[in-house]
């Protein structure tokens, strides 16, 4: 499997960070290859986890307010 560049690596990760709900800022994708296409789902998957996580949290910690209100 062909390694993928530190720039390209760069590119890859400024492509993902200025993603908005404008689905013009996800065309990127459209271009990558399959191991680059793998990379990019396990950081999406790592953002939704983290934000998944963070929901539980701040609900927990609402809760735990809410007891103590």
Request: include cysteine; proline fraction near 4%; aromatic fraction near 8%.
């Amino acid at each position: 499997m062909p390694q993928i560049s530190e720039a390209r690596m760069k590119e890859l990760a400024d492509n993902w960070n200025a993603e908005t709900n404008d689905p013009d800022t996800e065309e990127w994708r459209d271009d990558l290859t399959p191991q680059e296409a793998e990379i990019i789902a396990d950081w999406d998957y790592g953002y939704a986890d983290g934000m998944h996580q963070l929901c539980q949290e701040i609900m927990a910690l609402q809760r735990e307010g809410e007891r103590h209100g």
